[in-house]
């Protein structure tokens, strides 16, 4: 079984698409890097793992130190939108400005960008063939969606932290309330002894914000290192594992 454990989103990004982040409030600090970031290097450091960080393309201009530390520390570093704007809505000029924004911003830091995943896990039509204009060799939308010709590692919702704990989620996980940390170990942990071909785990730094959401990760990662160890999986950065 080949394990794919990925992060998704850094910093402001989002927020700022949303307009949720205050106009007088500075950007370039965000928790999610000065903070949980550190957090989540260090878990896999333990585990002595290597993941994807899937990240918004703004995050050249505001955290370059950061994006290109996770390169020098052996993660990929792979495109998430420019901003987070829910992809399948976008306008075709709108897509490739932002796809190509990205891109090019990263190789302005000496990243590799090879992996997209779509905010919102859809595709529009024209993705596909847009992404392998760009150079990108694969992509990773919700299970179940269309990738075309590329090369594809489908996530499955229910895996996912933010399912378990954001409210704008909550009719996708079918009640209001978050679920507790505890579920989502219980539900990943499960999802490792599934017999499959490939595993696409994601967490969000941003939720990695208390010390019971943290050592989730790190139980999960502990697990994932001793199936490498049993010869029963082989975990490595997406673009490593293109076939």
Do not use: K
């Not at 090879?114 to 993705?127: D, S, V």
């Amino acid at each position: 079984m080949n394990v794919s454990v990925t992060f998704d989103n850094l910093g402001e990004a989002s927020d700022l698409e949303r307009g949720w982040w205050p106009e007088d409030e500075p950007i370039g600090a965000h928790y999610s890097v000065t903070e949980a970031l550190p957090r989540v290097l260090e878990a896999l450091d333990e585990a002595a793992l290597r993941a994807t960080f899937f990240v918004e393309g703004l995050n050249t201009e505001l955290y370059p130190d950061t994006l290109r530390e996770l390169d020098a520390r052996g993660h990929e570093v792979a495109c998430h939108g420019w901003r987070h704007e829910r992809w399948a809505g976008l306008e075709p000029a709108t897509e490739r400005d932002r796809l190509r924004r990205s891109a090019e911003g990263m190789r302005s830091l000496g990243l590799r960008p090879a992996g997209f995943r779509p905010p919102g896990g859809e595709l529009t039509a024209a993705t596909p063939a847009l992404l392998g204009e760009l150079g990108f060799t694969y992509c990773s939308p919700a299970e179940g969606v269309d990738p075309g010709a590329l090369p594809s590692f489908p996530f499955r919702w229910e895996l996912l932290d933010a399912y378990h704990y954001l409210p704008h989620l909550a009719d996708r996980r079918g009640q209001d309330e978050p679920l507790p940390p505890a579920r989502l170990r219980e539900t990943v942990l499960a999802a490792l002894e599934e017999p499959q071909d490939h595993l696409v785990l994601i967490f969000h730094p941003f939720l990695a914000d208390t010390d019971e959401r943290v050592q989730v990760i790190r139980d999960v990662l502990a697990r994932v290192r001793e199936l490498v160890d049993e010869g029963a999986a082989v975990c490595a950065p997406c673009r490593e594992l293109v076939g």
